[in-house]
């Protein structure tokens, strides 16, 4: 495995143009601020850009956590890259995290400063510092109740063939991002939760399908008639996890919980016995 790192000091757009870098050298795998993440995919970790300790976020950063460290760790052993790129301050915190997740040190060192402009490393700043707007390596989705209503709260994925969730929701990508925004009506995540649903053989009908926000992501109802070859236990296992992992593969919108409310079973004859 080739270890690249990428440094320079905080705020000054390493995360925004990691993704660029990891093309250009073939990169399979980025280690930043305590995130596993390939194929535009989070895979490991979770984020220390959205820690108000900073104590606290540089030791997630640099995997000081147990369950994080042997999380990623075993996301690499079965993820085998064969190059990764590992984002730092500086190239002792780079040789830390290496040292922490049990991977060489690295072999070429970028510094971000070599390769970004001052003016987009003061657009950067300004970001940080003005906005408090951090960013991970990947882009913006906007979830809106309809076309014409204001916009509901921010909810970064990964977009890199299809969509991915980041499961971050307070960290962004700048508003200089050249991938810019996805707006996705309410209108249209109904519309793709119908079409999961007419799909799940254990689903005779859907009596009624809604969507509520909370702070943390979207909830999903449903009210249905199943098929009897199918028990209740199977139907809300089957129907939740379907659910949950089709609308993020497609969306990438956090699914927070699917509720599934069976109304009636169908019986052989196609007339409902209610439950």
């Known amino acids: ?24 050298y073939k990169i399979d795998c980025i280690i930043d601020d305590g995130l596993l993440i390939s194929g535009g995919r989070i895979i ?3 984020s220390a850009k959205a820690e108000i300790n900073k104590i606290r976020a540089t030791k997630i950063a640099l995997f000081y956590f147990s369950p994080d460290r042997e999380a990623v760790k075993e996301a690499l052993r079965k993820l085998a890259p064969q190059n990764i790129m590992i984002l730092g301050v500086s190239l002792r915190m780079v040789e830390k995290i290496c040292e922490h997740l049990e991977l060489p040190l690295p072999e070429e060192v970028i510094e971000i400063e070599k390769i970004v402009s001052p003016q987009e490393i003061e657009l950067a700043l300004s970001a940080r510092e003005n906005e408090g707007k951090h960013t991970i390596p990947v882009p913006l ?34 508003p200089f991002s ?5 707006v996705i009506s309410e209108k249209a995540l109904l519309s793709l939760l119908d079409f999961l649903l007419s799909r799940f053989p254990w689903i005779e009908e859907v009596k009624g399908l809604s969507i509520h926000y909370s702070e943390r992501g979207v909830e999903i109802v449903v009210n249905c ?3 009897p070859d199918f028990s209740l236990s199977q139907v809300g296992h089957l129907t939740q ?24 079973i169908a019986d052989r004859e196609e007339q409902l016995v209610y439950v």
Not at 9 to 18: A, E, L, Q
Not at 178 to 182: D, P, V
């Open 1 to 24: 495995m080739k270890v690249y790192a990428l440094i320079g000091p905080s705020g000054t757009g390493k995360s925004y143009h990691v993704p660029h870098l990891a093309q250009k």
């Open 44 to 46: 490991a970790g979770r």
């Open 141 to 174: 989705v906007e979830l809106k109740r309809n076309l014409w209503s204001s916009l509901m709260d921010t909810v970064p994925v990964a977009i890199w063939r299809w969509f991915y969730s980041s499961r971050e929701k307070t960290v962004v990508r700048p």
């Open 178 to 182: 050249y991938l810019g925004k996805l």
């Open 225 to 227: 008639i199943i098929n």
């Open 241 to 264: 996890k379907r659910l949950k992992e089709g609308l993020e593969y497609l969306t990438g919108v956090d699914v927070r919980a699917v509720n599934v409310n069976v109304e009636g």
